[in-house]
Nanobody, 125 residues
Framework: VQLVESGGGSVQAGSSLTLSCELS?????????LGWFRQAPGKERERVAT?????TSRYGDVAKDRFTIRRQSRTLSLQMSNLEAEDTGMYYC??????????????????????WGQGTQVTVS
């Protein structure tokens, strides 16, 4: 499974931006999890949003009701609005077999995702 992100760029605070991720194939399992992580320089990687094979989406705290994750076939998107300087970072598309959350409702960690894109840079000033 290969993932290719696009749509990053430099925008002003308050702007909107939509990231896209093209998957060469979906993970080879009946249940799978797709999502977005981000990482700013000097900071830890953060979970932005995930969506599973049933279409259930969940968001990390960083999304703050401003982001929307969607999947259409093998295209994953992240619609971001009202961007803030704190949203600056490299955004990674991820994929993995299995559910996004375990039976205790703990989210899958970034280290658990087998497939990663190269990332797309988002800069908000």
């Amino acid at each position: 499974v290969q993932l290719v992100e696009s749509g990053g760029g430099s925008v002003q605070a308050g702007s909107s931006l939509t990231l896209s991720c093209e998957l060469s194939a979906l993970p080879p399992s009946r249940q799978f999890c797709l999502g977005w992580f981000r990482q700013a320089p000097g900071k830890e990687r953060e979970r932005v949003a995930t969506i599973d094979s049933s279409g259930t989406s969940r968001y990390g705290d960083v999304a703050k009701d401003r982001f929307t994750i969607r999947r259409q076939s093998r295209t994953l998107s992240l619609q971001m609005s009202n961007l803030e300087a704190e949203d600056t970072g490299m955004y990674y598309c991820v994929a993995d077999s299995g559910w996004c959350y375990d039976t205790m409702w703990r989210p899958k960690l970034s280290a658990d995702f087998d497939y990663w894109g190269q990332g797309t840079q988002v800069t908000v000033s």
